[in-house]
Nanobody, 124 residues
Framework: QVQLVESGGGLVQAGGSLRLSCLASRRTFMPYDMGWFRQAPGKEREFVAAINWIGGSTTYVDSVEGRFTISRGNTKNTVYLQMNSLKPEDTAVYYC?????????????????WGQGTQVTVSS
């Protein structure tokens, strides 16, 4: 079993930045993909970004392309989400997820482990 713990959420004004971190409990953890999802009140969980753990290729939902950056930490068990030019519509609980198999990186069902989430609130 692997636990994922997110941190870095908070309250920020529109146009500001936050960096989310996700730490996996196992230092030698080797997933296929790591992803970030978000869920706003009354809405379904939405894909935000993913990174292939071996090759480093990344994918983003169109609404965050050019504003958010997903990256791996220097240690093998950390993934980050740098969020710039934040908008009120980015307000949500952000979840880190790890997938052990190949598949559609934007589909929640293919991820095997999930964190508890961290709240991001962007004020206008």
């Amino acid at each position: 079993q692997v636990q994922l713990v997110e941190s870095g959420g908070g309250l920020v004004q529109a146009g500001g930045s936050l960096r989310l971190s996700c730490l996996a409990s196992r230092r030698t953890f080797m997933p296929y993909d790591m992803g970030w999802f978000r869920q706003a009140p009354g809405k379904e969980r939405e894909f935000v970004a993913a990174i292939n753990w071996i090759g480093g290729s990344t994918t983003y939902v169109d609404s965050v392309e050019g504003r958010f950056t997903i990256s791996r930490g220097n240690t093998k068990n950390t993934v980050y989400l740098q969020m710039n030019s934040l908008k009120p519509e980015d307000t949500a609980v952000y979840y880190c997820a790890a997938g052990l198999r190949t598949g559609n990186s934007a589909a929640p069902v293919r991820y095997d482990y999930w964190g508890q989430g961290t709240q991001v609130t962007v004020s206008s």
